[in-house]
């Protein structure tokens, strides 16, 4: 699968971002999607395959893997990451609608259309709420499905067409965790990033809208 798109979306997002919100780029174009691509995707390319039970029952193992991983790991990263960084699509549109504006009435309307501000400083709030709620959403989905953040060495299947409960077994476990943790503790970080990044804006606009205020008072 080519991430190219990916990676065009996170570079055109970074020029318009705060220092916090290309932290947030960093991380995810560092830690998510090249580890993804680089490590992950090979360590569970043949999960199905590796998949073992210690029967030959016709149609058991395919019914115990499918109960076990009912959505493949890494397709669940890959959709997860999609999901996230969609959003800031909608700040790069706002951005060219204010570029395809001023070309279309030939008048400069903004000092500068990448600036967060106005109209797009709610759409780039709009855009870490999203992102936000996504990164929790699809967390919580992982637990529900996986029954927590693991994967046992050893799962017992007792599902027809098997005749009686079987072992099935997990190749490369510890290897898996590892990286489990690792994507699992880095979606946490991009959260914490968002959240960070949402109250500083919303700080920084509060004090704006103070000054203003204390000015026209003053005035």
Not at 33 to 38: K, P, Q, R
Not at 87 to 110: D, G, I, M, Q, T
Not at 143 to 172: A, E, M, Q, R, W
Request: glycine share 4%; net charge positive.
């Amino acid at each position: 699968m080519s991430w190219a798109f990916l990676r065009d979306l996170l570079s055109g997002v970074n020029k318009y971002s705060t220092g916090i919100g290309r932290i947030w780029v960093a991380v995810v174009f560092l830690f998510r999607l090249l580890l993804y691509v680089a490590a992950a995707e090979n360590i569970w390319k043949h999960e199905h395959d590796e998949f073992e039970c210690n029967i030959k029952q016709p149609g058991c193992e395919n019914v115990c893997f499918d109960h076990f991983f009912p959505v493949s790991h890494i397709r669940f990263w890959a959709l997860q990451l999609i999901m996230v960084s969609t959003p800031s699509l909608l700040v790069v549109f706002h951005v060219a609608y204010r570029e395809n504006r001023e070309k279309h009435l030939n008048r400069k309307l903004y000092k500068n259309p990448g600036k967060i501000d106005g109209g797009l400083l709610c759409t780039y709030l709009i855009s870490l709420i999203l992102k936000t709620g996504l990164e929790i959403f699809f967390l919580v989905l992982f637990y529900k499905l996986y029954n927590g953040f693991k994967i046992p060495h050893l799962v017992k299947c007792d599902i027809k067409p098997c005749p009686n409960t079987v072992d099935c077994y997990i190749s490369k476990t510890t290897e898996k965790m590892i990286f489990l943790y690792f994507l699992v503790a880095t979606s946490c970080l991009c959260i914490v990033l968002n959240l960070s990044e949402l109250s500083y804006l919303m700080f920084k606009y509060s004090i704006k809208c103070y000054l203003k205020r204390h000015v026209k008072k003053q005035q």
